[in-house]
């Protein structure tokens, strides 16, 4: 089946799908029945159908996307980018400077700043994604960070301080064993 489990919904996807049911509208032009559309394109002969019934009452135009579906996102894109720019400049900026990472509650506070808009968690979380960032993955690496003494002290040190399995009294775990009786 060509629309998978997963669910389509990134841009991509839907305009992937718009080119199937816009090839599927073709197929009905030149005359090619539900069935004949569903096994040419693989997909359900349900949607083939559907395709079908919407093609015969508004064209090509019918089987269009209509975008992403629910309601419009709170914040506009240019208001993403406005956003994206003032969380690049940290928390500190913000008067955040005892905790150096970005919270939900930070961002709808700071969101509230900007735009005068109330938002909830979710949306704030929903913007975050929007603009590629991710839970617990901090961009930007702390500037004191070492990577060769990281390197050499899990190579030397981790090793020595790394408690070793405890051990174990020789034998076997067999019900019939003589020394377990």
Do not use: C
Not at 48 to 76: I, N
Not at 108 to 114: E, H, K, R, S, Y
Request: aromatic letters at 8%; zero cysteines; glycine letters at 8%.
């Amino acid at each position: 089946m060509r629309y998978g489990d997963g669910g389509g919904v990134d841009q991509a996807e839907r305009v992937r799908r718009e080119r199937v049911r816009q090839r599927a509208a073709a197929l009905f032009a030149e005359g090619k029945s539900a069935v004949e559309v569903a096994g040419l394109l693989e997909v359900s002969t349900k949607s083939a159908y559907q395709w079908r019934r919407a093609w015969a009452v508004g064209g090509a135009k019918a089987l269009a996307s209509r975008g992403p579906a629910g309601p419009d996102p709170k914040l506009s894109d240019e208001q993403l980018a406005r956003l994206k720019s003032r969380l690049e400049l940290g928390p500190a900026a913000a008067g955040y400077g005892e905790d150096q990472r970005w919270t939900l509650a930070r961002v709808v506070a700071l969101i509230a700043t900007m735009f005068h808009i109330r938002v909830g968690i979710t949306t704030a979380w929903q913007a975050m994604r929007r603009l590629g960032y991710t839970a617990q993955l901090p961009i930007h690496r702390a500037i004191e960070r070492d990577e060769a003494a990281i390197a050499h002290w899990r190579r030397y040190q981790w090793p020595a301080v790394k408690e070793p399995p405890p051990a174990r009294p020789p034998g076997s775990a067999s019900p019939t064993n003589v020394a377990r009786r």
